[in-house]
């Protein structure tokens, strides 16, 4: 039997490292390491072939949170650089590839089991070769579109949380210039995502004539927002209206005929709000195009180990290509 390939997972919070064989995660070999242990991904890789005695992996693939060109990239939330040299060194595999982590989630859609999947807009099951849209929502945001053609499947990189925040009422641009005091620019990933929700709670709070209340982190406003707490649920409000605009301008630019997978710790928190929260009007208030927004599904994916299996799957047809 072939040595396994292993696989490195680097969010903008924690690196998920598994082992696959045949285009497959092998079982119980998934684990995580907070980023703020370690100062580079290297002892990250020698931690886990330590404690888990694995051998020189056949190959190695890397997915991060942040653009990749020419076989390097640098993490968007975390001070880390990495290159296709680094994971070579550090594991040993003789075929490396990088990927930016949308690109890994992306090639997983159609091998996610139907339990990790939560549909918001139920729709048909995709056509063969039908445009899918995979939208990450945690530490950052991004999307990527997944297109499958005869030569296989192809997910380009993107940056999508880096664009500007969508502005449709003078409250939205009062929310920009809050919001742009931290970089100069309102992006989109500075609203939705885990620091982005914190910011809108402290842009209600202080709307509301109560910033000493805006001392709660993400987690704690969503348990307050079960709860009932009005200042919370208006900030998950806000949210879901601007997760919702945002996931139709970037409907309206790829036309996913086969569905958009809303993916991360974040989108999960959100799933049980986001038709109460008029994600779904949102989403479909383009005007004329309103009508032509009803043929996208949404769906949120709960296996937050999804990349890993994108790129054991990536991996594969790289391997089987030679």
């Known amino acids: 039997m072939t040595a396994p390939s292993l696989l490195a997972d680097i969010g903008g919070t924690n690196t998920r490292v598994a082992l696959a064989r045949g285009g497959k995660v092998i079982h119980g070999s998934v684990r995580h390491y907070p980023n703020a242990e370690f100062d ?15 051998e020189t992996p056949a190959a190695a693939c890397l997915a991060m949170a942040g653009p990749v060109r020419e076989g390097v990239g640098t993490l968007t939330n975390l001070d880390w650089t990495l290159d296709a040299a680094t994971l070579a060194h550090a594991t040993g595999a003789g075929t490396v590839t990088l990927l930016n982590d949308l690109q890994a989630q992306g090639h997983a859609l159609g091998h996610l089991p139907s339990e990790a999947l939560y549909p918001v807009i139920a729709g048909p099951p995709p056509r063969l070769q039908s445009t899918q849209l995979v939208i990450g929502i945690g530490t ?23 664009v500007a925040l969508p502005l449709r009422d003078e409250r939205d641009v009062r929310l920009a210039q809050f919001l742009e005091t931290a970089h100069g620019f309102a992006a989109v990933e500075d609203a939705l995502s885990g620091r982005g929700l914190v910011a809108l709670h402290e842009f209600v709070c202080t709307e509301a004539g109560a910033p000493g209340k805006a001392t709660l982190k993400g987690k704690q406003i969503m348990a307050a927002v079960a709860e009932g707490d009005a200042l919370c649920r208006e900030a998950v409000g806000l949210f879901s209206r601007l997760l919702g605009a945002v996931a139709g301008d ?10 958009l997978f809303l993916i991360g710790g974040v989108a999960r928190a959100m799933a049980p709000y986001l038709v109460e929260m008029r994600f779904v009007e949102s989403l479909r208030d383009k005007g004329r195009f309103s009508g032509f927004m009803e043929q996208f599904s949404v769906t949120v994916v709960s296996d937050d180990d999804a990349a890993l299996i994108g790129m054991a799957l990536h991996l594969q047809a790289l391997l089987e290509l030679g």
């Not at 580079?40 to 694995?54: D, F």
């Open 250 to 259: 970037l409907a309206l630019t790829q036309l996913p005929f086969g569905g």
């Open 40 to 54: 580079s991904l290297e002892p990250v890789l020698h931690r886990y072939i330590a404690e888990t005695g694995t």
């Open 140 to 162: 950052g945001f991004n999307a990527a579109p997944v297109f499958d053609t005869p030569a296989g499947r192809f997910v380009p990189p993107s940056e999508s949380g880096h």
